[in-house]
């Protein structure tokens, strides 16, 4: 779990500290206003930021993440991790290890098209959101590994089992299977309603966006989960169930999960948690991400204050103002 960020001069962040970071961290504020800079700040620091340049975070190029493109004052990223520190300074990445690179997952805004099969000899990368094309080989050996727990009369991977496919349902697909032909395997799921077999990539937008998410979240434990904009081509109602999921990842799987959001239907539903008897307020913190003369500046928002966001007014929603006459 990652307790304490401090970040100077990388792209809108000219200086920022976030203490005592709670498990969940969800980040709201407007287009630009810094969001996602916080989320590459972790990942140039915990991981090895080169590694992300085929995707569109060009971290490579010191002037670019360098806050007002000015590299004599470096950007520089402190976390504490784990118990460990990591540090990094400019151009260069220090003091990351295998553990960090294993345990931390990005999750970009752009979920990569996937294949409609993979070959099951390749090698499986685990960053399924980078590379989603391996979404078959993953979750191939991921089903596998469960139904042979199952077998073995394993109830925790039973019941995993059953929540991931709740949670798959929710997101238009439906109990999530594989099948193997010749060398190639498919991920497939059954439709629940009309009972067909479907290959995943014939399932719908939204349940394709989010399907990185859930098969990683459920494959390990005690990790940390960045994740931009979840509620990517989901219904409103899957948008707030989105939270539920995070509640369960925390709690069951012990992931920290760090996330941007500009939805309104995921608030509602942090809102209503709070409301919840058994609800742990420690959980989770919002933060309201805003661009200043001195770039970003990330605030706690306080749970009587939280459904003002993202609009900021005090009486009207964002659509009451929207569809106002004048
Ligand atoms: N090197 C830099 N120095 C200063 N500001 C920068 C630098 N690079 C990017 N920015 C600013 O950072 C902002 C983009 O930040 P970011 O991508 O974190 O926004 P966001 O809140 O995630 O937006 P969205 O909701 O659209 O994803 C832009 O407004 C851009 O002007
Ligand atoms: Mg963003």
Redesign the pocket.
């Known amino acids: 779990m990652i307790t304490r960020i401090e970040v100077e001069n990388f792209?809108?962040i000219k200086g920022q500290k976030l203490e005592d970071i709670s498990q969940i961290v969800g980040i709201w504020?407007?287009?630009?206003?810094?969001?996602?800079?916080?989320l590459?700040a972790i990942l140039w620091c915990l991981k090895n930021g080169g590694r992300f340049s085929g995707n569109g975070l060009h971290f490579s190029n010191e002037k670019?993440?360098?806050?007002?493109?000015d590299i004599k004052n470096k950007a520089k990223a402190n976390i504490i991790y784990k118990d460990g520190k990591y540090e990094s300074i400019g151009g260069t990445t220090q003091n990351w290890g295998n553990d960090v690179i294993h345990s931390v997952r990005y999750f970009p805004?752009w979920r990569s098209i996937i294949q409609r099969s993979y070959s099951i000899q390749s090698q499986v990368i685990r960053d399924l959101a980078l590379d989603h094309q391996n979404i078959h080989a993953f979750m191939h050996d991921f089903l596998h590994g469960l139904y042979d727990k199952i077998r073995r009369g394993d109830k925790d991977a039973e019941k995993l089992y059953n929540q991931m496919n709740d949670y798959a349902t929710k997101i238009g697909f439906g109990h999530l299977f594989d099948i193997r032909e010749g060398g190639n395997v498919t991920g497939t799921y059954t439709d629940e309603i009309m009972g067909v077999e479907i290959p995943v990539v014939d399932g719908g937008f939204g349940g394709n966006s989010f399907l990185p998410i859930l098969l990683e979240g459920y494959s390990f434990k005690d990790g940390v989960l960045l994740i931009e904009?979840p509620e990517i081509s989901l219904h409103p109602a899957a948008q707030a169930e989105v939270w539920d999921f995070f509640v369960e990842m925390a709690r069951e799987r012990n992931h920290q999960i760090i996330f941007?959001s500009?939805s309104d239907y995921l608030l509602k539903r942090i809102v209503k948690s709070y409301n919840d008897e058994n609800f742990d307020e420690n959980l989770v913190t919002v933060l309201k991400?805003e661009?200043t003369k001195d770039?970003?500046t990330f605030n706690k928002v306080p749970k009587e204050n939280i459904m003002k966001l993202p609009y900021e007014k005090k009486s009207k929603t964002l659509i009451e103002e929207l569809t106002e006459r004048t």
């Open positions: 792209k809108s504020g407007k287009n630009g206003s810094g969001k996602s800079s916080l590459q670019d993440f360098t806050y007002g493109h805004p904009e941007t500009h991400a661009k770039g970003t």
